[in-house]
């Protein structure tokens, strides 16, 4: 089997992934005549998480599920095969969960957002004692056709460990400590008690090609949290990930089904983690402020005691407009206003940061799940060797994003960066994407397309898209 893999964030990496990713994309250039060969993508079938929902901004609207990269990525095939249908569980006008919207920037320049609140819903189930305060499901208006199944199956927040979970998409399990999944709910007929891994096997049913990016979301409330919630990444979470992508794929790939498998990023890459690299982070702020001090965090054994900061540490994004604000600390007895995280005695709490520890935790986690989709796509979904068009393709997405606030990928002369927003990539989340970001990833499943089955698919212009979703 062909093995394809963007390459990774060297200065080289991201050039030559630029020219593979973004290939006809610039205004003026000729484009290919849009085929398939011999591939029918009639029906295509996307299965993922949040990424694959169109999430975007902390939110989900209509619009955000229109720039979705499935759609962007459908719409395309469509362009080559017009008879392709492609169906999304969207959202009415207005309705929505609501956003993150940018209220300025600190001195340092960091973004400072606010919350733009979604309409009136169905039904809020609040869980008082969830990890991290008090949380609130929003249980979504419904679709149309609850009971016909959307060709994008993408669920927000889904986590790969629950693929096999009946009744996540039940409202009877919308209490405050259930299973339960809002957004897998609005695809699903009332009280349905289906698994996910039911759902897409009803739907491969009449699939022609698919996509998987599945996995993003098991991981990201650890990291979110720094490490305080969520499950801790280890030996068991990876091997549920492993189980459970092998029965999924194995639906998917049933018959010598074409499709693209898409392993995950490197989490440092993202701006929730990439932006606050302790030792990048220390001169940015020293910079700033035109002194020399230290940033420092808490002992991640819990003393709280403060630390210097390392190299292999990362400050939430999230905390970073927070950073030197001065707050109370209780020092000998005495209360003392001391600026957050740059005094030795007032440090980061240990939930504002992803210490050496919990980033390896991570780091294994995604090696373990990759490697492993690697092996399925090389070993386990092999085809006939004549018949290389039906394999299933690997895509490497850490190639796709731009990692570092300091470089950029300049696409028709607009610059793509890791600073969220104006860096036109990635969202106010500080980890799903913008229009634009979606476009490009799109492109990269379209490079793997015409390269692993000799199609002629043009790619987006993600400049002519907008660089908010709302």
């Known amino acids: 089997m062909k093995n394809f893999c963007l390459n990774s964030w060297s200065r080289a990496g991201l050039a030559a992934a630029t020219a593979l990713v973004l290939n006809a994309c610039a205004p003026g250039q000729d484009a290919p005549s849009p085929t398939v060969a011999s591939?029918?993508?009639s029906r295509y079938l996307a299965v993922g998480d949040s990424y694959t929902a169109g999430l975007s901004a902390g939110g989900l609207t209509l619009a955000s599920q229109q720039y979705s990269y499935p759609n962007l990525l459908a719409q395309q095939l469509?362009?080559?095969?017009?008879?392709?249908?492609?169906?999304?569980?969207?959202?009415?006008?207005?309705a929505g969960t609501g956003y993150f919207d940018l209220a300025g920037y600190t001195a340092q320049g960091f973004p400072r957002t606010r919350r733009v609140p979604g309409p009136a819903v169905r039904r809020l189930v609040i869980n008082p004692a969830a990890c991290g305060g008090a949380d609130t499901v929003r249980l979504l208006t419904r679709?149309?056709?609850?009971?016909?199944l959307p060709q994008n199956l993408g669920v927000a927040g889904l986590r790969l460990t629950q693929a096999q979970v009946t009744n996540l998409g039940n409202e009877s399990n919308a209490t405050p400590t259930g299973a339960f999944n809002p957004y897998f709910e609005?695809?699903?007929?009332?009280?349905?008690?289906?698994?996910?891994?039911?759902?897409?096997?009803?739907?491969?049913?009449?699939a022609t090609f698919f996509t998987y990016f599945?996995?993003?979301?098991?991981?990201?409330?650890?990291?979110?949290?720094?490490?305080?919630?969520g499950t801790a990444p280890g030996t068991s979470l990876s091997n549920q990930l492993r189980t459970n992508a092998q029965a999924v794929l194995g639906v998917l790939t049933a018959g010598g089904r074409p499709g693209i498998i898409a392993s995950l990023p490197e989490l440092n890459t993202l701006p929730l983690?990439?932006?606050?690299?302790?030792?990048?982070?220390?001169?940015r702020l020293q910079d700033s402020y035109g002194d020399n001090a230290l940033l420092y965090i808490e002992d991640p054994f819990g003393s709280g005691v403060g630390q210097a900061i390392t190299n292999d540490d990362y400050?939430?994004?999230?905390t970073l407009p927070r950073i030197g604000q001065f707050t109370s600390v209780v020092v000998g007895g005495t209360t003392l206003m001391l600026p957050y995280g740059r005094d030795v005695r007032n440090p980061?709490?240990?939930?504002?940061?992803?210490?050496?520890?919990?980033?390896n935790r991570v780091t294994g986690a995604v090696s373990s799940y990759n490697n492993e989709l690697n092996r399925l796509a090389r070993d386990v979904y092999k085809m006939p060797a004549l018949n290389t068009s039906a394999l299933p393709y690997l895509l490497d997405t850490s190639g796709v994003m731009p990692g570092y606030a300091s470089e950029a990928l300049s696409v028709s002369g607009v610059q793509y960066s890791a600073e969220p927003v104006r860096g036109n990539f990635f969202s106010l989340d500080y980890y799903t994407l913008t229009p634009r970001g979606n476009a490009l990833l799109a492109n990269a499943f379209i490079a793997a397309l015409n390269q692993a089955y000799k199609t002629k698919i043009p790619a987006i212009d993600a400049n002519a898209l907008p660089s908010v979703a709302q």
């Open 273 to 283: 983690l990439r932006l606050g690299r302790g030792f990048t982070l220390q001169k």
């Open 315 to 318: 400050v939430l994004a999230t």
């Open 78 to 94: 469509r362009g080559a095969q017009p008879n392709a249908t492609f169906s999304q569980p969207l959202l009415a006008a207005g």
């Open 39 to 41: 591939l029918n993508v």
């Open 214 to 229: 599945l996995g993003l979301d098991d991981l990201m409330p650890y990291v979110r949290s720094g490490g305080q919630c």
């Open 143 to 148: 679709t149309d056709a609850p009971g016909t």
């Open 348 to 359: 980061l709490r240990d939930a504002d940061v992803m210490d050496y520890d919990e980033m």
């Open 186 to 206: 609005r695809i699903l007929p009332a009280a349905n008690p289906r698994s996910y891994l039911q759902v897409v096997t009803e739907a491969a049913a009449s």
